[in-house]
């Protein structure tokens, strides 16, 4: 009788097992990965000459140069 | 802050392809992807045009509403960007997007669909900017490095205009301004409509809608 009754629980044990379920949800900042600034950059050689990386007004003139390259119209410095 | 745009001129494309090579090479882009392509209408019939596309970095992005695992982010400059650590390939961004921007790599004999891959605007992913891990996943970070993309900065005809979404659109206004066709199309004085750079305001006809 002891030895059933260790076996259900055995088996009781077992089946409810199954019913456990993992958290599925993600936690926020726990996977998705912060992106850094634009303007921060670690120098790998390739950074363009004229701003100072890390400086934010730096970098927005910069951009601003450069996209004013494509412009025909714009007079030449 | 900037909001970066792509504007392709129709009126200067001339279907060379360049800003498709550009963006492969740049990026280390693998066969069967092609994160920009020239779509040609009209093809082989005398006023063919041609425009150079990509993903347009939506200010309302479908392909961000859409997915399941929410992989994607906007950056402080407008460009739409994902994170392939967390993106599982499903597709749905593809079937949402209306301009074809997400690609899939086929891994394998059986066409297994690998993570998604699209235009970054050169702005490389959420990795450490100018890293190795960044360039594997995401290609080169050039907006980080003060660069504007390179299939803009490459092309021949400067058709293909990236950057300043009000600096492009000034240089694209101006332009049309001074060919003098083109500012008649419905919708130009919504999207132009308000020279900050000077040259001549786009004419108006009294009594239609523009």
């Known amino acids: 009788m002891r030895q059933l009754s260790a076996v259900l629980a055995l088996a009781g044990a077992c089946a409810l097992a199954g019913c456990g379920e993992r958290m599925q949800t993600i936690p926020v900042g726990a996977v998705k990965k912060v992106d850094g600034q634009a303007w921060q950059i670690r120098d790998n050689g390739y950074v363009a000459s004229g701003w100072t990386p890390g400086d934010e007004a730096s970098w927005t003139a910069q951009i601003t140069r450069r996209t004013q390259g494509q412009n025909d119209y714009a007079p030449r410095l | ?210």
């Open chain 2, 1 to 210: 802050m900037a909001r970066m745009k792509f504007i392709c001129d129709a009126e200067r494309c001339i279907e060379c392809n360049g800003c498709v090579t550009a963006c492969k090479a740049e990026h280390d882009i693998p066969w069967g992807v092609n994160r920009r392509r020239v779509v040609t209408l009209n093809d082989g019939v005398p006023g063919e045009r041609s425009i150079s596309v990509a993903c347009m970095h939506c200010s309302d992005a479908p392909c961000m509403a859409v997915c399941p695992v929410d992989c994607f982010y906007r950056t402080a400059e407008g460009v739409v960007l994902h994170d392939k650590d967390i993106c599982i390939g499903c597709g749905y961004c593809s079937y949402a997007c209306p301009f074809g921007a997400p690609q899939f790599p086929t891994n394998g004999a059986f066409g297994l669909r690998g993570k998604m891959d699209k235009c970054t605007f050169c702005a490389g992913g959420p990795e450490v900017n100018g890293s190795e891990a960044e360039f594997e996943k995401y290609g080169r970070n050039r907006l980080a490095e003060g660069k504007l993309p390179a299939c803009a900065e490459m092309c021949s005809t400067k058709a293909l205009l990236g950057g300043d979404g009000d600096v492009i659109a000034d240089i694209f206004r101006t332009r049309v301004l001074n060919r003098g066709k083109g500012s008649e199309v419905w919708g130009w004085g919504t999207a132009y409509g308000k020279p900050t750079q000077g040259g001549p305001r786009a004419p108006v006809v009294e009594g239609k809608k523009s």
